[in-house]
């Protein structure tokens, strides 16, 4: 799937709805459905579960002399990691593989394999210059093919709940399924299953509270 796909497809809504496979007349309904939901996963776990279909370049801001925090990318095929020593916008020290390490380092989460990487750590007495607010803070380039190596089997379950009860509540008269106890629309939040689905995936979780 390529970046802004939804995370099930009409096949899997359709058999977990136990819709007739065949019939095509609610096909219009579902994709919109897919879509929303696959966005609701998004903005709630501040990140996106498909993989792009190329290798592009994006800028970051690192949290340390050591330390840089990036978007998720799938692999380390074509991944190019380049530095900006001046702060001037011009990314003239690229780095080798010797000068980095890359997190989580096996794409292993929490004993969860199949995780992209989301962080690097400069090493062999490389580091990443910060500035203050008369220079550029984006000093660490990388060229990566981002997004996840394939969706999580949690990412897809949750699609196909959240999916379900949006088109249910297209089709409900009056529109009363798929709300809540107060009368508003369902939000991840207000679905138990799937807010613990999503946890483990939540790019800045909020801690206390």
């Known amino acids: 799937m390529a970046l802004g796909d939804p ?6 809504i359709k058999s977990y709805l136990k819709l007739d496979p065949l019939d095509t007349t609610r096909d219009a309904a579902l994709t919109s459905a897919l879509l929303s939901a696959s966005s609701d ?3 709630h776990c501040q990140r996106q579960f498909n993989m792009d279909t190329g290798a592009s370049s994006r800028v970051f801001a690192p949290d340390t002399l050591f330390e840089c925090r990036t978007d998720d990318f799938a ?3 074509g991944l190019g990691i380049a530095i900006d020593p001046g702060g001037t916008g011009t990314f003239s020290q690229t780095l080798t593989a010797s000068q980095y390490e890359l997190y989580p380092l096996n794409g292993i989460s ?3 394999p199949g995780w992209p990487y989301n962080r690097i750590r400069a090493i ?3 580091w990443f210059q910060q500035y203050g607010v008369w220079r550029r803070k984006g000093v660490v380039q990388v060229t990566a093919t981002w997004g996840w190596p ?3 089997a949690p990412i897809k379950q949750a699609t196909l709940i959240i999916a379900a ?4 509540l297209a089709d409900a008269p009056w529109g009363v399924a ?3 106890e107060f009368g508003t629309a369902v939000r991840i939040r207000e679905i138990p299953l799937v807010k613990e689905t999503l946890c483990p995936y939540v790019r800045y979780p909020v801690l206390g509270g």
């Open 41 to 43: 996963i998004e903005k």
């Open 150 to 152: 394939a969706v999580p």
């Open 165 to 168: 009860q949006k088109y249910r």
């Open 124 to 126: 062999g007495g490389t």
């Open 178 to 180: 798929g709300m809540t």
């Open 110 to 112: 929490d004993g969860v």
């Open 7 to 12: 995370y099930a497809d009409l096949s899997d």
């Open 75 to 77: 692999t380390t095929s």
